[in-house]
């Protein structure tokens, strides 16, 4: 009786991982395959294999619009994030580690842990009533946004991983007449090379996909659009071109497709090792 059961089970296991695959791959297949197509391929089988690779499609949407533009602003945009990401977070985090007995410091961790506890649509009105009071909806507003929205997952996380490190370390550094910056500096944030890795791909791949801020912040000048908000606008004069913007689909996709393939080692090892206090 248990090994029917025990069998039942991992069928349904299997079946349920089965239609989630499906659920996942399913929509890559279709990008792929209609990127790759000409207009009558797609009008007589939209769902079948392509007869040839045709890559005419990439070269009309890098020829037609002025995709380069939109490449480049998103690549700013991340770029820039990344960097600020990486210099604030961090130190912010071992402040508030280091000082977690006072009654400020632990306001603030608790202050940046409800933080995930919002969504976004919530704040979304606000967020972008005061951007314009403060004349940044432009490509400037949005980096702020963005390094300040990383502050709320990567506190929680910076603080947990800094616990594992002994304070010993720097008792030592201090021994030796280091500062605290130059403790921070040449001994802690070496350490933290593997959550600060952690970090940066997971913010990548949500600044670099995201679709939500940049159309509140961004939408109101072409020359501002990122890929995801050329892709929203993507409209040929008379009709949506489904070849075309399949095609921009995978030219957006694959830069960071190849990133998180190469780095999602690092995103594991990160939460593992900040998982568990030693």
Known sequence: MMNLRSQVGNIA???ILAFGAILIFFPLYLTVIVAMKTPAESAQSFFALPSSFYLENFKE???RVNFGTYVMNSVIITGISLILITYFVPMVSYSISRNSDKKYYKFLLIYFTLGI?????????PVAKMMTQFHLLNITGLIILYVTFSLIQGVFLFVGYLRTIPYELEEAAYMDGSTVWGTYNKIIFPLLRPMTATLLIMNALWIWNDFLLPLIMLNKSPKFWTLQLFQYNFKSQYSFDYNLAFASFLMSMVPIMIVYIFTQRHIIAGLTNGAVKS
């Open 13 to 15: 296991t299997y079946f």
């Open 61 to 63: 949407v890098i020829n």
């Open 117 to 125: 506890f919002i969504p976004f649509q919530v704040i979304m009105i």
